[in-house]
């Protein structure tokens, strides 16, 4: 594929992800605002916060196959297109019932876009040899930086049912704008293989037997991704649910001030992996890890257990950096390793860990305090730096 077609294929798959990142942002800084409307406890919040967990994990199972089937592109056109009617949907409920339901059908046009896109862009990586993964990520946090702080400056003069369906209609211009470029954009061929077949003369058992081996040995190395994936877009999802919550209840500041969390949160991991691909250059890939889920560690101790507002926005902000590069690196080390289905099984795991953090954050708010529960997010961000370093070399590939 020509330099230029892959340039534009770049723009375009990063023009997605940070739409992706705009519209989560804009649902998640009316969650309270949504609470209120459904008159939901904490524990009856985070059940209906299971729908989108719940249509998220099941589409993400089945979305590695019909990116093989159909093509990652047209795959996240049509979520894409979803994902943005569907966001209008949570404003019109008035129970946590309905809400569930509603956002069942939000979750599954959000993992269908996660696994197409990210299939796309480990293609992308794979066809230009440089580790530029971290920049599509940070398109969606950039994006989820503007969505929440748009989010926070209408948040006292829209009603949520006028600010989502403006998220809607934005949405479905820049799918419409975007998406005929990507249809006609043909997939990047992959690099020709480097290593070759064995000889024919090998005993076919002996090959057989290696097959098998190597199938296992990358099977096992998917899911360890999937499972630093987990731990650290745990914290993801609970920031991008519960943040603004915490600092509007715990420390009584107003709706705007509260949305302006997750948008520190958001623009931290958003030049977190802008500087990401300078980074793995420069590190690796393990120290990257291990210091991100450290500095995650850290920073969400302050921002769950501190006092004061300015302390909560500067902990979030560190939580940001650290664990900004960890699940770029996860999932295109599994996309390298086995293609659409590794990213499905990576993702799965790890938007898993993002979408059913939330309803763990609101059980745990519920019996005991809403601060303790989000320090669960830094103990899951030191489990991922632990992982990291066990599995140094072979799995994060330096």
Not at 43 to 62: D, P, Y
Not at 148 to 159: C, E, F, I, K, P
Not at 303 to 319: D, R
Not at 378 to 384: I, Q, Y
Request: net charge positive; hydrophobic share 50%.
């Amino acid at each position: 594929m020509p330099g230029n077609a892959l340039t534009r294929l770049r723009i375009v798959l990063t023009t997605f992800f940070a739409l992706d990142g705009f519209i989560f942002a804009g649902w998640v800084v009316r969650i309270p605002a949504i609470k209120e409307q459904t008159d939901a406890s904490a524990s009856a919040l985070g059940l209906a916060l299971l729908g989108v967990s719940a249509g998220a994990v099941i589409t993400m199972i089945l979305t590695g196959r019909l990116c093989r089937r159909y093509g990652n592109h047209q795959v996240t056109v049509v979520c894409a297109v979803l994902l943005s009617l569907s966001v209008a949907l949570p404003p019109l409920t008035h129970s946590a019932a309905t809400l569930a339901a509603v956002l069942l059908i939000f979750g599954a046009a959000y993992g269908g876009i996660n696994v197409a896109f990210n299939s796309a862009a480990v293609d992308l990586v794979t066809a230009l040899r440089r580790p530029i993964m971290p920049s599509f990520h940070a398109a969606f946090s950039l994006g989820g930086m503007i969505g929440a702080g748009l989010g926070g400056l209408v948040a006292d003069h829209l009603s949520p049912i006028r600010h989502l369906l403006g998220l809607t209609l934005i949405g479905l211009l820049v799918t419409a704008t975007a998406g005929p470029t990507l249809l006609r954009t043909e997939p990047p061929a992959p690099p020709e293989q480097e290593l070759r077949e064995k000889p024919a003369t090998a005993r076919l058992d002996t090959r057989t037997r290696t097959r098998t081996r190597t199938r296992t040995r990358t099977r096992t190395i998917v899911v360890v991704f999937g499972l630093i994936a987990l731990c650290t877009a745990y914290g993801e999802g609970a920031l991008a649910d519960w943040g603004a919550l915490h600092l509007q209840q715990d420390l009584d500041t107003s709706p705007g001030i509260a949305a302006a969390g997750y948008s520190c949160f958001a623009l931290a991991m958003t030049v977190g992996r802008l500087t990401g691909s300078t980074l793995l250059q420069r590190l690796g890939r393990t120290p990257t890890v291990v210091a991100g889920g450290a500095t995650a560690a850290a920073g969400m101790l302050l921002g769950s257990l501190a006092p004061e507002v300015w302390m909560v926005l500067l902990g979030f902000a560190v939580t940001g950096l650290g664990l900004a590069n960890i699940f770029p690196v996860a999932v295109e080390r599994a996309g390298a390793l086995a293609g659409p289905n590794g990213v499905a099984v990576a993702s799965t795991l790890g938007y898993g860990g993002m979408l059913l953090g939330p309803p763990a954050i609101g059980f745990m708010a519920d019996w005991f305090s809403l601060p303790v529960a989000l320090t669960s997010v830094a103990v899951l961000a030191a489990v991922a730096a632990v992982i990291g370093f066990a599995i140094r070399g072979s799995a994060t590939g330096g």
